[in-house]
């Protein structure tokens, strides 16, 4: 089950993995690893909520999402977009960005070095976002209590977390003019163009989540009627079928996964600028990932869940906020890229096995839930 499930993506790895290591030695193999690790695991929650509504609806909405869905969204999203960043941030074409990748590299290097800072701007906000939202919020399991508690608590305040990522950018930026001037303000016209990119980061993730928000809404609208609907069959002494949905709820159910989707690539494909530059590098560890996205997605559908290791959803979001942190640092300061792949790796890692600790000690209690364990810290 699990080969032929899995088969295409260790197929997608071993062959990703080879062709780093005949284009950039082992240092590209190191960079594509990290690359892959780090988006499998953000995957992980993104294939959960996939396998959550997708469980919803019938066979042949589940076969259009699994092949036209996955193919518009997570390889539309973790292998064109990068390349349409580096485009825009450049201002070059997109087929020109790719042409110079591969035949003037140190011409690309260059452009994409020039780049950066609006890059990280761009990304870092966005990511920031995704971490102060999860941060801030309540939640019934905990992992570092000790950082999440009290900080649930401040969550309570309305648009904080806009508050503060809209702090961070600003000092950023005041920071980054002030190093340019220093320094003889090469970069010091570019401290505007941080501050405007970073606020096009924040837009962009209000928007995806406006969007977000737009479709959940409608799907609820339509599970509403569905029951309404099944309801009035019963009083009715009509057979009532198990709700797999179809038609116009399932497509709007269709609607809200391909925004999702979106919305999960934009956190891999921004924490792939923390890690290289390259877009071939990045292609190669982004598309190993939308591999297991898809397999996550089918094996959790067909045998049940995964979210046993409930901690990994929050290692996720930390190594998101560590990746948002160090791509603000990378705005004026060179970060080694197995430093900053190795530091989100090590978070869901270790969140991973703060997982198995807690499941052994519930087991160990009779399968007692509220047998929660310290994760160490």
């Not at 877009?279 to 959790?300: D, F, N």
Request: proline share 2%.
């Amino acid at each position: 089950m699990v080969l032929k499930t899995f088969g295409w993506s260790f197929a997608v790895t071993a062959i990703g993995l080879v062709a780093a290591v005949f284009y950039g030695g082992w240092q590209a193999f190191g960079i594509v690893a990290i690359l892959s690790v780090l988006e499998i695991s953000l995957s992980f929650d993104n294939a959960v909520i996939n396998a959550g509504i997708l469980k919803k609806m019938n066979a042949f909405w589940q076969k259009i999402f699994l092949t036209v869905g996955v193919l518009i969204a997570v390889f539309g999203m973790r292998l064109v977009f990068p390349v349409v960043i580096v485009a825009i941030s450049a201002q070059l074409g997109p087929i020109e960005a790719i042409d110079l990748s591969f035949n003037d590299p140190d011409r690309y290097k260059e452009l994409v070095t020039d780049a950066h800072p609006s890059i990280a701007a761009f990304g870092g906000m966005f990511l920031l976002m995704i971490f102060l939202d999860f941060i801030f919020e309540d939640r019934d399991i905990q992992w570092l209590r000790w950082i999440e508690r009290p900080l649930a608590k401040l969550g309570k305040v309305d648009m904080l977390s806009v508050c503060v990522a809209l702090i961070v950018l600003l000092i950023s930026a005041m920071t980054f003019a002030t190093h340019a001037h220093q320094h003889g303000g090469g970069h010091a016209d570019k401290a505007s163009t941080v501050m405007l990119s970073g606020i096009a980061g924040l837009i962009t993730y209000l928007v995806v989540g406006g969007l977000s928000g737009f479709f959940e809404n409608k799907l609820e609208e339509e599970e509403e009627r569905e029951q309404e609907a099944e309801e009035e069959a019963k009083k009715a002494g009509k057979p009532v079928s198990g709700v797999l949905l179809a038609g116009k709820a399932a497509f709007f159910m269709f609607l809200y996964l391909e925004v999702l989707d979106a919305s999960f690539s934009f956190d891999g494909v921004i924490g792939a600028f923390a890690i290289t530059n390259e877009i071939v590098l990045m292609a190669l560890g982004l598309g190993i990932g939308a591999m297991y996205v898809r397999s996550l997605t089918v094996y959790l559908v067909r045998q049940g869940t995964l979210d046993d290791y409930v901690y990994l959803e929050h290692g996720a979001h930390y190594a998101i906020g560590a990746l948002a942190v160090i791509l603000l640092v990378t705005i004026q300061y060179e970060i080694n890229e197995l430093i900053t792949g190795s530091v989100g790796v090590i978070l869901i890692g270790w969140s991973f096995w703060s997982s198995v600790r807690r499941n052994k000690a519930i087991a160990a209690a009779g399968g007692d839930s509220k047998a929660e364990v310290s994760s160490g810290v």
